[in-house]
């Protein structure tokens, strides 16, 4: 039986919702959020030294990192689904955009909230050099990022419905965190094939079953 260490509010809901789209069962055990700082609680460290989440336990085989989570589910429980055929292009797509949710897009997101907090955070003192500090790095340097980013994954989208061609794939599950992050943090703007993406992973069942058993999910 495969554990998920879930982390409420947290790119550990794939796991969940890639386990319910291949109907492999699984045990959720979660974790609450610090309500000051927002980061995972100390018993995550004795499942992984980095006390992060996510992290499955497939009986004794403890895999942490959700791209190396996802791969390890869709070679060793997956079979043929959920993926490209070998040497098409179609698996190329696929290899790609499993890698550049988290290689690309999440950095980018997630120095924006840093760099969001800092200036929301900062003591009275230091603050205006503070915000000045943090709006030249949004503007000259994340802001462009993410607006290229969605841009890029908006014209992927033009050629298909899904980011490895015509069917649904493990990249698409990738992919939902950063686009729903995106989504909570600026917005997708006029992408309309974005927008419509968004709503068809978010009305697959596995999706719904996934939300239901991993507890509180707000990206934002």
Do not use: C, N
Request: hydrophobic share 45%; proline share 8%.
């Amino acid at each position: 039986m495969i554990t998920v260490h879930h982390l409420e509010h947290s790119r550990s809901q794939r796991v969940l919702w890639l386990l319910e789209e291949l109907g492999v069962p699984y045990a959720v055990r979660r974790y609450p959020r610090d309500p000051k700082t927002r980061l995972a609680p100390p018993e995550l460290r004795a499942v992984h030294p980095l006390g992060k989440s996510p992290v499955i336990d497939d009986d004794g085989r403890v895999v942490a990192e959700t791209g190396a989570i996802v791969e390890y589910l869709i070679e060793r429980h997956g079979g043929a689904a959920l993926i490209p055929p070998a040497g098409t292009d179609d698996r190329l797509r696929y290899t790609y955009w499993l890698h550049f949710a988290e290689g690309s897009a999440m950095p980018v997101l997630v120095m924006t909230l840093i760099f969001g907090r800092i200036k929301a955070a900062a003591p009275w003192v230091i603050r205006p050099v503070a915000r000045m500090i943090s709006d030249r790095v949004m503007g000259s340097y994340l802001d462009p990022q993410r607006v290229a980013h969605l841009d890029l994954m908006e014209a992927e989208l033009t050629r298909g419905p899904w980011f490895a061609g015509e069917a649904f794939t493990a990249a698409d599950v990738m992919m939902s965190f950063p686009v729903e992050a995106a989504t909570a943090r600026g917005g997708l703007g006029e992408r309309p094939q974005l927008v419509a993406w968004l709503a068809r992973i978010h009305a697959r069942p596995a999706y719904q079953a996934a939300l239901a058993k991993g507890g509180p999910y707000a990206y934002a």
